[in-house]
């Protein structure tokens, strides 16, 4: 079965550019989520989504940061302007059913490097 | 607020050693606890989840315990072996508030020696 498929693995861009990433979850999954981990933070949610629709966005960290999920395959995340305080490492999950009694099945991420 | 500590943050032990990782969280109002397995340049791969009304969850070599009332889990793995080594990390689903807000600790990375 696939897994969940992030894409790009890594990108590096300059400071001011737009950044998009992107995620296909799990098939019948209704739960997506985006997650950024760095170093000094660890792992933090930023948004995540119940059959396409945003449930809790509280920690997306500005306006800057935007995420989208048209259908039920694909999602988006776009910071535009980036910022080198955005580089980090974007996860993307997804989840079946309930997620109280459901574990979250992580993409490989993309490495996001701002200079 | 929800808050999530692990240690120690970095574990080596020589093969074929069984060892315990220590979680603890602030507030014993949880769904469940999930444990992660994180190997370099890869996302999460769920290990075990434990209800909040369980107190253990089993899978082979792994065993991990929750005591919601001292806001403690523990992870304990049997016969270590290399292929072991890689970040573990657990996580808390809060009662209230955004049910998908996972809180993870920052992790213990454990190093098995041949």
């Known amino acids: 079965d696939a897994g969940v498929i992030q894409s790009p693995r890594h990108e590096v861009t300059e400071m001011g550019q737009e950044v998009t990433l992107r995620c296909k979850p799990i098939s019948g999954h209704d739960y997506l989520f985006w997650y950024r981990q760095t170093m000094m933070r660890g792992l933090e949610l930023l948004i995540y989504f119940n059959n396409n629709v945003p449930i809790d966005d509280s920690g997306m960290p500005e306006d800057r940061f935007s995420a989208k999920m048209p259908n039920a395959s694909f999602s988006t995340l776009k910071i535009q302007p980036s910022e080198p305080r955005d580089s980090a490492v974007y996860f993307c999950?997804?989840?079946?059913?309930?997620?109280?009694?459901?574990?979250?099945?992580f993409g490989d991420g993309t490495r996001l490097s701002i200079l | 607020k929800q808050e999530v500590t692990q240690i120690p943050a970095a574990l080596s032990v020589p093969e074929g050693e069984n060892l315990v990782l220590n979680c603890s969280f602030t507030?014993?109002?949880?769904?469940?606890l999930q444990w992660f397995r994180q190997d370099p340049g890869k996302g999460l791969t769920s290990l075990l989840l434990i209800q909040s009304s369980q107190r253990e969850q089993t899978s082979g070599r792994l065993n991990a315990s929750l005591d919601k009332s001292s806001g403690r889990s523990t992870l304990y793995i049997a016969a270590s072996q290399p292929g072991d080594s890689a970040t573990y990390l657990c996580a808390v689903l809060n009662y209230g508030g955004s049910q998908g807000n996972l809180i993870f600790g920052k992790g213990t990375k454990l190093s098995v020696k041949p």
């Open positions: 999950a997804s989840s079946p059913g309930r997620i109280s009694n459901q574990p979250q099945h």
């Open positions: 507030d014993s109002a949880i769904y469940n």
